[in-house]
């Protein structure tokens, strides 16, 4: 799915889930990870996001989720500033010409 460079990930999260509560397997998938890695790191007490326990299962807050991956998105812009640039051309030609100016 091609979705616009300045749409934010709650919305892009919203079209693709219904609710507010995602199950943990589905929040894994989006920041692609493994399910039963979701589960040690949360017994390790290290995972990214908040959960909530509920009837024996465990889900994340679309908000929760949403508000880790701008945060990833904003680490990766700010330590590479030219993958912003490259990553909004259209077109090969304007790929090669950005990157041949910056070696």
Do not use: C, W
């Amino acid at each position: 799915m091609h979705t616009a460079p300045h749409e934010d990930s709650l919305a892009l999260l919203t079209r693709r889930h219904s609710g507010l509560l995602l199950p943990l397997s589905a929040a894994a998938q989006e920041i692609g990870i493994n399910l039963r890695t979701a589960h040690n790191q949360i017994s390790k007490g290290v995972f990214p996001i908040p959960t909530v326990l509920r009837d024996r299962r465990r889900y994340v807050h679309i908000t929760d989720l949403a508000s880790y991956l701008d945060r990833l998105r904003q680490r990766m812009m700010e330590k590479n500033p030219l993958s912003k640039r490259v990553a909004r051309t259209n077109g090969r030609a304007e790929k090669l010409e950005i990157q041949n100016n910056h070696t």
